[in-house]
C-alpha cells in the first residue's frame, strides 16, 4: 500500500485530468478536491475516483471541455447547468457564486444540474463557512435512483443523496456536517471492495431482502440495495432522501429519482446565508464558543476518549495526513496507474514524495 504525500497527488491530478482534456484551472479544482478528500479520511470520495473518472470520460458521460453556464438568474437565485462536465467544476461555480450573492443580499440560494459527480458534498459548505458564512448543499442523483431501498423496501429507488452544512468558528475550523441520507455512501462499499473488506452488518441488503455483509450482493446483478439512514428508525433518513430529492431535483430541472440510468448526474441546491444580515457577528461567535464548550463538557461514555463536535474527525486526519502522507490501498493505486497509462502517462515518472 503506497503513501503518498498531498502536494504530489495534486501534481499527479494535475497532470491526470489534463491528459483527460480539462484546461489547467479545471484539472486543478478536480485534483485539488480528491486529495482534500483523501486528506480529510474520507478515501470513498478521494484518489479512488481517479480512474471512475476516466472510465466516465471514455464513456462520453462526462465531457471534459464543457463549461458550467448560468441559465437562469435572479438577485437571490440562479441555475446552472454544468452541462455534464466535471461536476467539482460546476459545483465549485454554484457555490462562488452563492457566496457573491449572500455578501451582497444577505442569503442565497443557487442550484446546480447535469454535474456528473460533484464529489465530496461537504466540500462546499466549507467554502461557504471559511468565507464567514453559514452554508448548506443538498444533493440527489437526477433521475438515477437505483440503490437505497426506501424505508420498508426491498428495492433501490432512490440515491444515497447526500447533504452538507458548515458553519464558522471565530478561530477554530468550522463546524461540518457532510452525511448520506443512506446508511453508507456507495463509494465506501467501493473501498471495501477495493480492500477485499467484508462490509459492517447493517449497511446493505442483498437481492431477496436479506441483510448482507457481502459487497458483491450489492453490486452484481440482480443488485441488492442500501440501507436508509437510520436503522430501526430508518424512516427519518427516508424522510431525508426525499426531500433531498424534491429540493435538488426539482428546483434545479435535473429531476427526480425514476430509475433512469442512461444519464446519471448529481443535482445540488446551495444554499449560504450571512450571518451578519441576522445578528451580530460578535454574538454569534460567543453562543457558537458557549455552544461547544457545553457539548464537550458531557461525562464521556465507556470508552470514549473525547467529545468532537462535527468535522473535527476530518481536520485531525488532515493534520495528520499532511505530515505522513496518505495510504493508498494496492486495488486503487493499481488502478489509477492503468488509466493514467490509457490515456498516454507514465505512472514510473511519477514522484511520489
Known sequence: MPTITADALRCIGQDFFTALGCCPDDAQIVADHLVQSSLYGHDSHGILRMYEYAH??????????????????????????ANNGFGQVGAALATNLAIQKAQQHGMASVSLRRASHIGRAGAYPIMMAQAGLIGTAFVNYGRLGIQVAPFGGLDGRLATNPLAFAAPRRADPPIMVDMTTSTVADGKIRLATNLGKSLPEGWIIDAAGNPSTDPQDYWAEPRGAILPLGGPLGHKGY???????????????????????????????????NIGHFTDMDSYYDEVEALVRHVKSSRTAPGVAEILVPGEPEFRTERERERTGIPIDDTTWERVCAS??????????????
Open 239 to 273: 424522510a431525508l432522501a426525499m426531500m433531498m430529492e424534491l429540493c435538488a431535483g426539482g428546483l434545479s430541472g435535473q429531476g427526480m429519482a425514476a430509475g433512469d440510468s442512461r444519464a446519471p448526474a448529481n443535482a445540488v441546491l446551495f444554499t449560504a446565508y
Open 340 to 353: 493514467a497509462r490509457d490515456i498516454g502517462l507514465d505512472p514510473t515518472a511519477w514522484e511520489l514524495a
Open 56 to 81: 466516465a470520460v471514455s464513456e462520453e458521460r462526462v465531457h471534459p471541455q464543457h463549461a458550467p453556464e448560468i441559465v437562469r438568474e435572479s438577485p437571490c437565485t440562479a441555475v446552472i447547468d
